[in-house]
């Protein structure tokens, strides 16, 4: 039997996409992996990390026996859902009882200050006879 | 004295603006009975260095993300079905991602038929 009308067109939403796929020039493109810099200063190492999407109570940062681990997981009913876990194993110079992290704008910026050096005491040296 | 002037309006000529790295962002789209949802994952991007413009039936977004070694600029274009209605787009900067709206025009959005 032919039929007059195709259901399917009636009732089903249009399945066409309403944005076309992105077009324009560009350089690199991202591969959906967070971004990680890091840059250090005289006094730390800071770490940042993009986690878009992520907030606060999504990321969970750990520190056990001089290893740091990031890491964070959004519902997957969010827009650009993601999961991302990392560990990085902190040198000597790192002072670990003053690590600090903030998030901020989609980026978690983990700040590892360094330990002080410690500067020799100075001293006279006494010279022996022979 | 005015080889001074010549030299200094030369310094000022040549002063580099700052390069960017050309990058396009992470982004995915939703399409539902009132319209389509566009996201873009922007990291570090504030909102006042943001710029979101429609012409050529297109959408297009650039942003930029300072940073003192390599400076991004995100950059993303996307065109809109003709059903949409590209005077009523709204977007939201959140948690370093944009969410931009595009509604259907009136007389594309789905509506109930009275039976006589």
């Known amino acids: ?130 | 004295m005015k080889s001074n002037v010549c030299c200094e309006t030369s310094r000022l000529e040549t002063v580099a603006e700052p390069s960017f790295v050309d990058t396009l962002p992470v982004f995915t789209t939703r399409d539902d009975q009132t319209g389509t949802r566009l996201h873009v994952a922007l990291p570090g991007v504030k909102r006042e260095n943001l710029k979101l413009t429609f012409h050529d039936g297109a959408l297009h977004l650039e942003a930029i993300r300072p940073e003192a070694k390599t400076p991004l600029r995100y950059r993303l274009s996307a065109r809109l079905a003709s059903r949409l209605d590209s005077n009523a787009v709204s977007a939201n900067l959140e948690y370093g991602v944009l969410e931009v709206h595009v509604p259907l025009k009136a007389e594309a959005q789905p509506r109930s038929i009275a039976i006589q």
Do not use: C
């Open chain 1, 1 to 130: 039997m032919n039929r007059l009308i195709s259901a399917n067109s009636l009732l089903a939403p249009s399945f066409d996409r309403l944005l076309d796929h992105a077009f324009g020039a560009f350089v690199s493109s991202s591969d959906g992996r967070s971004r990680e810099t890091v840059d250090q200063t005289d006094e730390a190492h800071v770490l940042r990390i993009d986690l878009p999407g992520l907030r606060k109570e999504d990321i969970q940062l750990d520190l056990n026996d001089r290893t740091l681990t990031v890491a964070g997981e959004s519902t997957a009913d969010r827009p650009l859902a993601t999961r991302y876990r990392r560990a990085w194993s902190l040198g000597p110079e790192i002072d670990t009882t003053r690590i600090s992290a903030r998030l901020d704008l989609g980026v978690l910026e983990v700040t590892l200050p360094k330990l002080a050096p410690v500067a020799p005491a100075a001293r006279t040296i006494e010279i022996q006879s022979a």
